[in-house]
């Protein structure tokens, strides 16, 4: 049964970096075919595809924040890490991650996660 967890500070200043660490247990992000994704919900907004990184390490982001997002993974621990730069108050969110199957429309489209961490709130406020 896999597991995961989200970790980081729930509190960034403007103009700083968004760090958040997902650890995951009970199986293996180097798995094929999963996919392991960021998406995140605003408040009083739906569920919004972040970016992720695949069983393989390829890496791949939301076309509006690319240029601001860093998914990266450390399979020695068996977690994969976001980085969102130059945040605003409108990045303020709960942030999740979740599990995507290769088999299904991975891993953009959040329905298709089967496996979801608690999420947890990243507050945006200087």
């Known amino acids: 049964q896999v597991q995961l967890q989200e970790s980081g500070p729930g509190l960034v200043k403007p103009s700083q970096t968004l760090s958040l660490t997902c650890t995951v247990s009970?199986?293996?992000?180097?798995?094929?075919?999963?996919?392991w994704s960021w998406i995140r919900q605003p408040p009083g907004k739906g569920l919004e595809w972040v970016g992720a990184?695949?069983?393989?390490?390829?890496?791949y982001s939301s076309p509006s924040l690319k240029s601001r997002t860093s998914i990266s993974r450390d399979t020695s621990k068996n977690q994969f890490t976001l980085q969102l730069r130059s945040v605003t108050p409108e990045d303020t969110a709960v942030y999740y991650c979740a599990r995507c199957t290769g088999t299904l429309n991975c891993p953009t489209n959040v329905d298709n996660h089967d496996s979801w961490g608690q999420g947890t709130q990243v507050t945006v406020s200087s």
């Open positions: 990184v695949a069983f393989s390490g390829i890496t």
């Open positions: 009970g199986g293996s992000i180097t798995t094929k075919y999963y996919y």
